[in-house]
């Protein structure tokens, strides 16, 4: 199988030495990807296209491939090819014919042909003689320049005929790592995810800091839907996941400063913390998922007031976005579900929160503050490489990975729905039970804990990592499946 790639536009009006370092750091993107699929697979660049070549014609592999290129930043839109060397018309139109006549069957089509190199021939000619001929040879109901059901591509280059049996969407944007690092304060709602998918999609190595006021269930959501965007998007990039403890700050908080004052002062904390942190990791640049006036601390004056606590640049890609074009996009992405199903804590709530905050009543409530205390949060922060998060815990759980289902075991399959439609589980030995990892946690009534259970995900990243959840609720006989492929 081939797939031609094609760079997102603004690519390629870069300069010369950027766009060679964007296509270079897209194909070594690509080729991280699809080497999880195929370890074989080539990934060939070229000045104005990249060419992905497997010689596994599975189908199953061909829709993996296709899912995994589709989610890269980076590319405009790819092509499914078949590559033929270059015979005379007839022979283009008997390619041609081979692959798309099924398709064309009832519907009205057009032909459309891309040519480079030196030929006897011009595009027009091709769709002329080819064009003609599907609608002679085949069962279509005509010829549609304008508002075709089909739209049949050919490509020629040189002596190569591709026949496009497919076009594929991209997401577009810049390659993933192309630009500098940043990172983004995840509480796990729609806000947050959507704003870090969004600087992934800008080309930004985004990595994830959570601020965790208090809850072990509200961590590990967090942990789950900063997996989901990394391993989804994120090109197997080396970004990191920092948690640092602020139930201390918030008691702080709530022991010292005036109610309307909290939700300003509490973000101005978040902030110089979150600064801290990105200082020791050199990156120049946080990210929040704020919208303006979305809330009452969201006012341009309070948002001014807040990012006077750093000197950081503050990111906030959702600033003139309402609510629903963010849910829109959540559910695009498939964040949607952790979003609704995240846990929440709201210990910080003020009764009459300020819309207009001023700085030397700001500056008063926080003299009141014990800076040791958000010192101390930040020396406490753990930092881990986000393909290790599930080591963590699985690790320290002592958890058992089979390979084969267990009789007397029921197999939970956590996988996302997209997932689990586009590839089901079948055992023959062991009942297999549906529940999405980012409704496990409030789904944990449904479960007997004196059953045995295997947890199972695409990777055995997920399953890793909720196997050692279950087993600090109390399930004592939990283990991870992962079947050898």
């Not at 190199?117 to 003689?129: A, L, M, N, P, T």
């Not at 702080?252 to 902030?271: A, D, H, P, T, Y």
């Not at 409704?439 to 059953?451: G, I, K, P, V, Y």
Request: glycine content about 6%; charged content about 25%; proline content about 4%.
């Amino acid at each position: 199988m081939q797939f031609i790639v094609k760079f997102f536009p603004e690519i390629t009006i870069k300069s010369k030495p950027v766009r060679r370092q964007f296509v270079a750091r897209l194909r070594g993107n690509i080729r991280r990807v699809l080497k999880q699929i195929d370890p074989a697979v080539e990934v060939k660049r070229e000045w104005d296209k990249i060419v992905v070549q497997s010689k596994s014609e599975d189908a199953a592999t061909r829709d993996q491939m296709v899912d995994a290129l589709s989610h890269v930043t980076g590319i405009a839109y790819f092509l499914d090819v078949q590559a033929f060397p270059l015979g005379d018309m007839d022979d283009i139109l008997e390619r041609t014919l081979s692959i798309h006549a099924g398709r064309l069957a009832g519907k009205t089509f057009a032909l459309r042909c891309k040519r480079a190199g030196q030929h006897d021939f011009k595009s027009i000619d091709v769709e002329r003689y080819v064009g003609g001929g599907l609608n002679q040879h085949s069962a279509a109901s005509g010829v549609s320049l304008s508002n075709p059901d089909v739209v049949v591509n050919l490509e020629i280059r040189d002596q190569t005929l591709y026949v496009v049996s497919e076009r594929h969407k991209g997401l577009g944007g810049f390659p993933l790592g192309s630009l500098d690092p940043v990172l983004s304060l995840m509480s796990g709602g729609f806000d947050s995810t959507v704003s870090s998918f969004l600087t992934m999609k800008r080309g930004l190595a985004t990595h994830f800091c959570f601020f965790n006021l208090g809850g072990r269930d509200h961590e590990l959501g967090v942990m789950e839907v900063s997996l989901y965007l990394w391993m989804k998007y994120g090109c197997q990039q080396r970004v990191r996941f920092i948690s640092v403890p602020f139930e201390e700050v918030v008691a702080e908080l709530l022991g010292k400063v005036e109610n309307s004052q909290m939700g300003v002062v509490l973000k101005r904390m978040m902030l110089r913390a979150g600064s801290a942190v990105a200082k020791s990791m050199d990156i120049d640049a946080l990210v929040t998922g704020e919208s303006v006036a979305q809330v009452s601390s969201q006012t341009l004056r309070n948002i001014s007031i807040i990012d006077s606590a750093t000197d950081l640049l503050v990111l906030r890609p959702l600033a003139t976005s309402n609510k629903g074009e963010i849910i829109d996009i959540a559910r695009e992405i498939g964040t949607e579900e952790f979003a609704a199903a995240m846990p929440e804590y709201c210990g910080v709530i003020s009764v009459n929160p300020t819309t207009r905050a001023r700085p030397d009543r700001i500056a008063a409530e926080e003299a009141k503050f014990d800076f040791s205390v958000l010192e101390r949060a930040i020396e406490n922060a753990r930092s881990t490489a986000i393909d290790e998060l599930a080591d963590q815990d699985f690790c320290a759980s002592g958890i058992e990975v089979l390979s084969v289902p267990l009789a007397e075991s029921t197999i939970l399959d956590i996988r996302h729905p997209d997932e689990e439609d586009e590839i089901p589980l079948l055992s023959k030995s062991a009942r297999v039970t549906r529940i999405p990892f980012y409704e496990l946690h409030s789904r944990l009534w449904e479960l007997d804990t004196s059953q045995s259970y295997m947890l199972y995900c695409g990777k055995g990243v997920m399953s890793r990592l909720q196997a050692g959840h279950l087993a600090e609720q109390g399930f004592p006989d939990v283990k991870v499946y992962k079947p050898e492929h």
